[in-house]
């Protein structure tokens, strides 16, 4: 389960959405996910699902991503379905099962809450998979630039976000092989009651703590070795820069969001 979990990896490659400038594809996620909170019918649910998938065509990332990135939240996606497929009431009873009834109101929202699950995780996940880390901490910062005139620490936060961001594969692949490292000691992980799990939980959060501390001190001697000061005064390797192709896919993007936002005037909201 622990390999299947593919946030804050970076995929590099040479695709229009990889080269696309750090500040505008943030800003397009931005925009996606208010846009599928706001999309409130199958049409623009599906016109949605095909702009993630033209996404993932474009940059070259696998599908199977895809699946890598959803199956970690399964558990939790089937637990709200089945909380709100038994509580959410409607006119006549689709299905009744002893006392339980299940409305068509029901299914319906549940069908569009999961299509917006799923399509959130796989439309922001593309932002890590095709930028880097230096090139998110610059984007966060120019975009967030004009906070410095109330004296916002906006490098610093950038910095610190993405930095979280960078280090989530490596504690993942930390807790694989400290939970490899307690089962070659007889330790029982899978098994037991629901208590049993828990408990034995201990022995892995505590190293792996210690393990998360002791990377954020050499993080931090690096920095200080380097004479890391923050953002002042320092030079970037790689400038940001707007290219005509950047404003031209930035457009399209802006377009196709439009579209479905429009599909709330031609067809009916089902939510």
Do not use: W
Not at 7 to 24: E, K, Y
Not at 57 to 71: A, F, R, W
Not at 160 to 170: D, H, K, V
Request: proline share 4%; with cysteine.
């Amino acid at each position: 389960m622990l390999k299947d979990i593919t946030i804050g990896q970076h995929f590099p490659g040479n695709s229009p959405v990889h080269n696309l400038d750090a500040r505008l594809k943030i800003v397009i996620t931005v925009l996606f996910v208010v846009v599928m909170f706001m999309s409130t019918n199958f049409p623009g649910l599906i016109l949605s699902a095909v702009f993630v998938l033209t996404m993932y065509k474009l940059s070259g990332i696998p599908l199977k991503m895809l699946k890598k990135s959803i199956k970690p939240l399964l558990p939790l996606i089937f637990f709200t379905v089945v909380l709100n497929l038994f509580f959410i009431t409607g006119e006549v009873p689709l299905i009744k099962i002893g006392a339980l009834e299940i409305y068509m109101e029901a299914v319906i929202f549940c069908i569009v809450m999961i299509s917006r699950i799923l399509l959130l995780i796989c439309g922001t996940s593309l932002l890590t998979y095709t930028t880097s880390t230096i090139a998110l901490t610059d984007g966060l910062e120019a975009l967030m630039k004009p906070l410095n005139k109330i004296n916002f620490p906006v490098h610093e936060m950038a910095m610190m976000m993405t930095i979280a961001l960078r280090f989530i594969p490596t504690l993942i692949e930390e807790t694989e092989k400290i939970m490899n490292a307690q089962k070659s000691r007889g330790a029982l992980l899978d098994s037991g009651t629901f208590m049993d799990r828990i408990k034995a939980l201990v022995p892995i959060l505590v190293p792996l703590f210690i393990s998360a501390f002791r990377r954020a001190e050499e993080l931090a001697t690096a920095m200080e070795c380097r004479c890391y000061h923050g953002g002042e005064g320092r030079t970037r390797l790689r400038q940001l820069k707007i290219t005509k192709d950047d404003i031209r896919y930035t457009v399209v993007c802006m377009v196709f969001f439009a579209v479905i936002l429009s599909m709330k005037i031609f067809f009916k909201r089902v939510i």
